[in-house]
């Protein structure tokens, strides 16, 4: 509830002007500090924190609960109520509220009106968010997860109790995190807001795995009880295309930051391999779960060169793939359906130009381990590890 406060708050300063907001069975949820124009309805309607019988009545037959626009509701003296200017509060096709403005000395300017009708996204978002918070208030939710998580404030064994005494998580189940970082996009405001509203409205689907969420400046994190969801569903609740990984189950909410660490590296390694696909497990990461814990990796030297000349990506997907086949001259020659003789060609080439000797097991794996260091810092980009050049 702080954070609605302040936004009401802040809101109201903007645009000059004061503001309440209710729920959309009309109980008051915030309101400004109130200066000019006042009437009853406003005063009652504060000092009671809903709006009386036959006030609900007059607006509601003015449309408020239909309208996906702001409304201009005149005023009606019988009941001392000043015209008004409502904002209806939605979130995807759900009706959650009602920003109210007294249109009186003077009346709103269509610019003020577009504002407000711009900040009523936000106040959707939270609303639905202290809506899903099972008795347990959104911005208490917001840190508990985040103590849960990143060890901030409490640790994470407080932060799992107070979660699962507030009943927003089962005690008896597993948590599994699963992290959603968009490909592209570069991290702002905007960003932040789709990964909210994707992850707001597939909670209010996933309810049976009690879910928790976190957004970050430049990811998304869901954690849910029991079986993990569908990475598919995630995908396609986020407005953003977006890479996914998953961690592995962990007994304990307590544990979830372990979870979590894992999620995270898995979209990193997803967002840096795009041979990996738009989703990635820990556990099935191979090599790359050791290359992103080692700090500093340095490629062979003798790939340097290769590297840095577009020429050569041939010669190194063509390396890549032999040693992703345990080095089956057969394997290799069908996965890139290669004649064998250019293949023997091609290998021969790069023992020439890298300096190494492909039968020599330590430079195999050097150089394997190298190719896959370079395809995580994006130095390496093949466009496709299993077809002919």
């Known amino acids: 509830m702080a954070d609605l406060q302040r936004t009401v708050d802040e809101l109201a300063a903007r ?19 109130q200066s000019g124009a006042m009437d009853d309805v406003r005063r009652d309607s504060i000092l009671r924190r809903h709006t009386v019988p036959e006030v609900r009545r007059w607006l509601r037959s003015a449309g408020i609960h239909e309208a996906t626009k702001p409304l201009r509701i005149p005023g009606a003296p019988h009941l001392g109520l000043l015209p008004r200017v409502c904002v209806p509060v939605r979130h995807a096709d759900g009706l959650l509220g009602f920003l109210w403005f007294i249109d ?13 009708t711009a900040a009523a996204t936000g106040l959707a978002l939270a609303l639905f968010h202290e809506s899903l918070a099972s008795g347990l208030a959104s911005h208490r939710e917001l840190e508990a997860v985040t103590g849960l998580l990143l060890g901030e404030r409490d640790p994470a064994g407080d932060a799992a109790r107070q979660l699962i005494e507030a009943g927003a998580f089962p005690q008896a189940q597993p948590v599994t995190v699963q992290v959603a970082r968009p490909r592209t996009a570069e991290p702002d405001d905007a960003l932040r807001l789709a990964l909210e509203q994707g992850l707001l409205a597939l909670r209010r689907r996933l309810s049976g795995h009690h879910p928790l969420h976190l957004v970050r400046y430049d990811h998304a ?24 990984g998953i961690g592995r189950p962990r007994n304990a909410l307590a544990e979830a930051a372990g979870s979590y660490r894992e999620a995270r590296h898995a979209a990193e390694v997803t967002a840096r391999v795009p041979g990996l696909g738009r989703t990635a497990e820990w556990s099935r990461l191979g090599v790359y779960r050791l290359l992103t814990q080692l700090p500093d990796l340095e490629v062979h030297p003798g790939l340097e060169g290769l590297l840095a000349d ?33 293949l023997y060609y091609r ?9 190494t000797d492909l039968k020599d097991g330590g430079e195999r794996l050097a150089l394997h381990l190298s190719l896959k260091i370079a395809r995580l810092s994006g130095r390496y980009l093949p466009r496709d590890s299993h077809s002919s050049s």
Do not use: C, K, N
Request: hydrophobic share 45%; charged share 20%; net charge negative.
């Open 347 to 355: 290998l021969q080439r790069v023992e020439e130009l890298a300096s």
């Open 221 to 244: 994190v869901l954690l849910t009880a029991g079986s993990p969801v569908s990475a598919d569903e995630l995908h396609a609740a986020m407005p953003v295309p977006v890479v996914v």
């Open 310 to 342: 577009a020429q050569y990506l041939p010669l190194l997907e063509t390396l890549e793939t032999y040693l992703d086949l345990a080095g089956s001259a057969v394997a290799t020659s069908r996965a890139l359906r290669l004649h064998r003789t250019s």
């Open 104 to 116: 009186a000395e003077p009346p709103m300017s269509r610019e003020r009106v577009a504002e407000a």
């Open 15 to 33: 645009l000059g002007r004061p503001l309440l907001l209710e729920d959309r069975v009309q109980r008051v949820v915030a309101y400004s500090e």
